[in-house]
């Protein structure tokens, strides 16, 4: 956000009726204000505040049916279309274990939440959309034809909140929860030695807080034999030959609230400009492949045997996308993932961060 005074709500909606094909994103940035702001100066219209009780959320979507859920951060962009399934509440972690929607959820971090009717010609389009404390959208739920209306709304009426001010207040941008080696003493030694040990990927962000390191400082510090780096392009390389190959992969894609899952093999890629997309039936992903700076494979031990994983990442150091071989529980490594892991094309390490 810049330091300008900020548009009063009857200047962002007009901005919005001046703008119509603009999306939300981006008129916000030009407004120099955050989504969170941009959707809330439509409350009393077309919008309506909503409380972000996220385990009454997740509960309460599972009867509306068939929905898009979408999560993004600022690269990239993660679709799936298919329902609320197989919900795991929790106050700290939350899940969705769904065939098609698939979700690891933060609810701390869900701190603004809106109701969202939108008019696109003859089509009334709704949605509920979740932000963070900074205005940041962290997740969104877009109905489909085959929505069951009645069970939103019923669902809408059931999270409304007394405050319908068209405002919202915000705080600054929080850091990532991942470490930023701030105070870190870990060796590579250590490093080694703990990353050696691991018997589960989900083992991994313990071991980084533990040693206060990013995901990103680790990966440069741990050496070759575990992470290497990638030509930018690599990325690319991979969503083609998985298509090819009718490759079932993971992707991952996430925010500070929400990550958000495929599962399964990919068809149509599609370069477009600056982003490659993936058109898929029940999946779109649109990655800005101008935003990779930095392309690792790592590799980490499981009691199943090592899994490969390709990780991109921005010039921050903040994780843009991420992807896996899909397997499951209890499974090895598929063989035609990890060939292809570790033949995309390699330059020279940079020295250890």
């Keep these: 956000m810049d330091q300008r005074v900020k548009p009063s709500p009857e200047e962002i909606r007009r901005a919005r009726q001046d703008n119509p094909k603009l999306r939300e994103r981006e008129l916000s940035a030009q407004l120099g204000i955050s989504e969170a702001e941009l959707v809330a100066a439509h409350c009393g219209f077309d919008t309506v505040r909503v409380e972000p009780r996220v385990n009454d959320v997740l509960t309460g979507l599972e009867a509306v049916g068939e929905v898009m859920a979408l999560t993004r951060n600022e690269s990239a962009v993660h679709e799936k279309i298919g329902v609320y399934d197989k919900v795991v509440t929790g106050n700290h972690n939350a899940m969705v274990l769904g065939e098609n929607i698939d979700l690891r959820i933060f609810p701390k971090v869900w701190a603004h939440g809106f109701a969202v009717k939108k008019r696109d010609g003859g089509e009334i389009r709704r949605s509920l959309q979740f932000f963070d404390a900074a205005g940041e959208a962290v997740h969104k739920v877009h109905l489909k034809p085959a929505s069951n209306l009645y069970a939103y709304q019923k669902l809408v009426a059931s999270l409304e909140s007394s405050n319908q001010e068209p405002t919202v207040a915000i705080l600054p941008s929080a850091a990532e929860g991942e470490g930023d080696g701030q105070g870190s003493v870990a060796s590579i030694d250590d490093l080694r030695d703990r990353w050696s040990r691991l018997t589960d990927v989900h083992q991994f962000f313990g071991m980084l807080k533990t040693l206060k390191l990013s995901r990103r400082e680790a990966t440069r510090m741990v050496g070759q034999d575990y992470a290497w780096l990638l030509d930018n392009d690599a990325v690319s390389a991979m969503f083609h030959h998985a298509a090819a190959g009718e490759m079932p992969i993971m992707c991952f894609v996430g925010n500070r609230g929400c990550i958000q899952i495929h ?35 790592v590799r980490k031990p499981t009691k199943d045997g090592h899994v490969t994983s390709l990780e991109a990442y921005d010039a921050n150091g903040d994780m843009i996308i991420q992807f896996f071989g899909k397997r499951h529980e209890g499974e090895g490594e598929r063989e035609d993932w990890r060939f292809l892991a570790e033949n995309l094309p390699r330059i020279a390490n940079p020295t250890a961060a």
């Design 263 to 297: 599962s399964g093999p990919i068809k149509s890629v599609k370069p477009m400009g600056p982003w490659i997309n993936v058109l898929d039936e029940t999946f779109h992903l649109h990655l800005r492949t101008d935003h990779i700076h930095e392309v690792w494979a």
